[in-house]
């Protein structure tokens, strides 16, 4: 592997999801099912009893659907040095979900189960019951449609890009390929610059070079001969890296 670095500007190129794979639907209606419940609850909760069955049901939904999260994107693997230890600071860091009102209802549920307080009001509850309904429906694509690959486009006439896939078993890799311009690659370091552990840079010339000898023609005519192709891996820094995950959650 080469070290090199590669300019953050790609962070302005438009990021597309090029493939996925479905989800476990058992897993995905659950919290669902849980949510259901509730909702049925609330309409005729009046007593404290019936108030905490709502709590702790939506409590239900919420921590099915955070497992569930957690299983498919291992947070605890991405290789963030400033990334909170929580599930849902993890979610809020990268900027999938607001925690506040997750967190307000983890702590009302404690207080319920765990120091026997009086639970909300039935008009709160209800407030709960329509939030735990968009947090469910706001992170149903990330469960349903699991982003393996996306791609990075940009440059004159989209003539550069880079495919960018995540490797999550065994600990977050993510590799990527494309073609690049010179001036966005430096084999020396740049600090504000991604860091790259490279497998593959080779030119357009020297390309293009090898397709004639070995076919008499090559498929790359109208790139520029000083344009390259990259694959490897990144690996830092990590504010580089957030940006391009927060980017890839809200694309998936």
């Not at 357009?204 to 390259?228: M, P, W």
Request: net charge negative; aromatic share 10%; proline share 6%.
């Amino acid at each position: 592997m080469t070290p090199a670095w590669l300019n953050p500007s790609i962070l302005e190129w438009e990021l597309n999801i090029s493939s996925w794979h479905s989800g476990n639907e058992d897993q995905v209606r659950r919290p669902y099912q849980h949510w259901h419940h509730a909702n049925l609850l609330v309409e005729s909760a009046t007593s404290e009893f019936e108030r905490t069955d709502v709590v702790t049901t939506l409590k239900r939904a919420v921590d099915s659907r955070l497992r569930h999260l957690n299983d498919v994107y291992r947070f605890k693997a991405i290789p963030l040095a400033d990334k909170p230890d929580g599930i849902v600071e993890t979610l809020g860091y990268f900027g999938i979900i607001r925690p506040m009102l997750i967190s307000e209802l983890l702590e009302v549920r404690n207080r319920v189960e765990h120091q026997d307080m009086e639970p909300p009001s039935q008009p709160r509850c209800r407030e709960l019951v329509e939030f735990v309904w968009y947090f469910v429906r706001s992170t149903d694509l990330l469960v349903r449609q699991v982003a393996d690959d996306f791609e990075l486009g940009g440059g004159p006439d989209d003539a550069y890009g880079l495919t960018v896939t995540i490797r999550k078993d065994g600990g977050w890799v993510l590799e990527l390929w494309g073609w690049l311009p010179p001036d966005l690659l430096s084999d020396v370091e740049r600090p504000s610059w991604f860091r790259l552990d490279l497998q593959r840079s080779e030119t357009a010339q020297h390309i293009k070079a090898q397709q004639r000898l070995a076919h008499g023609e090559t498929y790359h005519e109208t790139r520029s001969d000083e344009d390259v192709l990259v694959e490897g891996r990144i690996l830092g820094p990590g504010v580089l890296i957030r940006t391009l995950l927060t980017r890839y959650f809200e694309g998936a």
